[in-house]
């Protein structure tokens, strides 16, 4: 299932902003993961409720290796990239 | 995969771990990964966490307490388990998670009930049993030394040693594999919640056998810890079975990679096999060598209580740092050829039993099994050899064992 740019975006604003219990306002698209104080755990079930999501799987240290929305986001919906795990 | 330095977590990290290892002591050794757990590549780094004050053990009970709040909360989003209040209870009062006064009494009453029966007296039944096992599989000519040897043994000491039936040993062979997973750091929550489920089989196992003790003292651990609990009240019922289940995770799943890995260091190095076979009574020092060449466990954590300036970095109050021992014990500066298998080493303080005052209380007993099963091996099979390839390792990030080793002999 092909997710574009927006939807992958506003999915990961909807987590991070349930999880950290603040308005999804607030959540800043360039600001690290480890700032939102992201449990280990909690980003690979991220990950892998992720992979779910959009269709493929994904590797369990996704949110290690691309480390804001932005840059993420950019990855996963990047045509040159498909392989992104 | 986006250019990062050092990620134990890929899939392709446990094929060579040392590679990554060099790597990190060269660029970075003391590191701080992207979600802000350092790595101390190092090895007067990772000893020096091991040892200093200002370093407490990594609260692990404590996370997946959080991780059980955050459940209770329902914050995500798919199936999720409800809590894993069970994990917690069950690992709650392990010496590898608690620091003073609570480690020093529950320590002390381990190690008193542990010597009531010497490690050296044990010997013999590790020889026995490790010449068991090999009995029954040598006539076929073939054996997995893992699936048919070096996972057996440790289960069959420890459960020896606690005083647990045999009839059950499978079965708690398989929930101490689950729940020694909670070492591993990179776990979904679905993970954590069989974790969950296995702890309350186990306890709820543990409890009848205690009350059974109770009522029926033997000559085992079981019955030791449950004395001492009545004659100084000093251990409650939670941290009684909290460490029994300790015994049982830390007793066989690093044991088991002892043997396994040591034994793959002597297929991979023929001439040290035959060497030692001529050898056996260098076995100690050999065992020593596969603890530092190939450390059963790769890393383990602490957690800073005040800042902490390590080289030109500073570990902040509250943060977790691992202490990498699978690279400090490959430090160049430390140790002579670190990538070879040198049997006589003029001194080897490998850190693969930790450091400090949370040095592994059954290192002893480890150091035991490791020349007992090793020793068996090569006394009882003639021209053993890898079969195939390499089955590959484990997807653990903490501890380091195979998923099999295929072997056959003369």
Known sequence: MNRTYDEVEAWLISQLAAL???????????????????????????????????????????FWEYPNISVLAAALTDPQRPGVH | MAAILFNPGDPQFNADPYRHYRRLRQEDPVHRSPLGVWFLARYEDARLILRDRRFVVWDIPAQVEKKSGILKRALLSGSQ????????????????FIEPPAHTRIRRLVSDAFRQRTVEELRERVRESANELLDSVRPSGRMDVIADFARLLPSKVIATLLGVPTED????????????????????????????????????????????????PQPDLITALVQAQEQQDALSDDELISTCVLLFSAGSETT???????????????????????????????????????????????????????????????????AVVGSANRDPDVFADPDELVFDRASNHHLSFAAGHHLCLGAP??????????????????????????????????????????????
């Open chain 2, 169 to 216: 040993m499978s079965r708690l062979i398989g929930l101490t594999e689950q729940v020694s997973r909670i070492f591993d750091p990179l776990m979904s929550l679905e993970q954590y919640g069989l974790l969950d489920g296995a702890a309350l089989e186990f306890a709820a196992y543990l409890r009848q056998l205690i009350k059974l003790r109770r009522a029926h």
């Open chain 1, 20 to 62: 950290s219990e603040i308005d999804p306002e607030a959540i800043d698209l360039d600001r690290p993961f480890i700032d939102y104080h992201l449990d280990s755990s909690v980003a690979v079930t991220l990950a892998l409720e992720l992979g779910r999501w959009i269709g493929r799987e994904l590797s369990p240290t996704l």
């Open chain 2, 365 to 410: 007993l480890a150091r035991l099994e490791g020349q007992e099963a090793i020793g068996a091996v090569l006394e009882r099979l003639k021209d053993v050899q890898l079969v195939g390839d390499l089955p590959g390792w484990r997807a653990h990030v903490v501890l380091r064992g195979l998923n099999g080793l295929p072997v056959r002999f003369g």
């Open chain 2, 256 to 322: 088991v990679n002892l043997i396994g890995n040591g034994v793959l260091a002597l297929l991979q190095n023929p001439d040290k096999m035959a060497y030692l076979r001529e050898h056996p009574q260098i076995l100690p020092q050999a065992v020593e060598e596969f603890l530092r060449y190939d450390a059963p466990l790769q890393m383990t954590s602490r957690t800073a209580i005040e800042d902490v300036p390590i080289g030109n970095k500073v570990i902040h109050e509250g943060e977790q740092a691992y």
């Open chain 2, 81 to 96: 388990p409800a809590h894993l209040d069970n994990l917690t209870v069950a690992i709650r009062h392990w010496l590898s």
